[in-house]
């Protein structure tokens, strides 16, 4: 068993950051183990010290991180798939708030976090037990997330990263031009991606916000 961990959370809201930096003392006092913590607020910071500091091997992750387009990163999602590239041997470990079944299954199938807890499965009594086997017995996931990766989906869309990022666009209240440019395709490309997204969200009668809504619904954004 590792007895020294190079921690990085990853989280936005400082009174969860402060949560977990206070399941991990009472992980370190219980399991002796020492924990080096780092912080990030957002994605351009996490990648900044994942950087400068290649040895870390344990992450929290929160997957609903401020969107940064201009370094392709529009979400904790984003994040976590670079994340593994860059540190296969890592140990990541989400905790979030939001339950949706299709985002569970995609965290799960992309860069397979060895923890994945949502909060709402648990009280605060059990985090540090619930923590400290996603950090001594990967993989650890909780109730939600076990039901979600052994559910079969009726519906589970497949979308690619330009139809992710429309979406957000979509989101912003961009006009067809202004997302053309930002996605660099032509007008009419974005139109026919716009209208196969509408097909396979099953909102064909719906408006760009219907879209959108269902698209967030879903989990996809």
């Known amino acids: 068993m590792k007895n020294y961990y190079k921690t990085l959370i990853i989280e936005d809201h400082g009174l969860t950051t402060a949560g977990i930096e206070a399941v991990l003392q009472k992980v370190a006092e219980s399991a002796g183990i020492t924990f080096e913590t780092y912080f990030a607020a957002k994605c351009s910071q996490a990648l900044s010290i994942l950087k400068r500091e290649p040895l870390i091997d344990l992450i929290f992750l929160d997957i609903k991180l401020p969107p940064e387009p201009d370094i392709g990163m529009h979400s904790g999602e984003n994040l976590g798939i670079e994340i593994r590239k860059l ?7 989400v905790i979030t708030t939001y339950n949706q079944t299709i985002r569970t299954k995609r965290i799960l199938n992309t860069f397979k976090p060895e923890g994945f807890i949502i909060k709402g499965d648990i009280g605060h009594s059990s985090l540090i037990s619930e923590i400290k086997k996603a950090i001594l017995s990967p993989p650890y996931y909780s109730p939600s997330v076990v039901k979600a990766a052994g559910k079969i989906l009726t519906f589970s869309p497949i ?14 209240g961009l006009v067809m031009k202004e997302i053309a440019d930002q996605l660099f395709l032509s007008r009419a490309a974005v139109v026919k991606r716009k209208q196969k997204l509408k097909l396979l969200l099953e909102v064909e009668e719906g408006n760009d916000r219907d879209l959108v809504n269902k698209a ?5 954004i």
């Open 87 to 93: 540190y296969p041997k890592a140990l990541i470990i």
């Open 216 to 220: 967030r619904e879903l989990g996809i």
């Open 159 to 172: 979308l690619d990263k330009l139809d992710t990022q429309l979406l957000l666009e979509l989101d912003k």
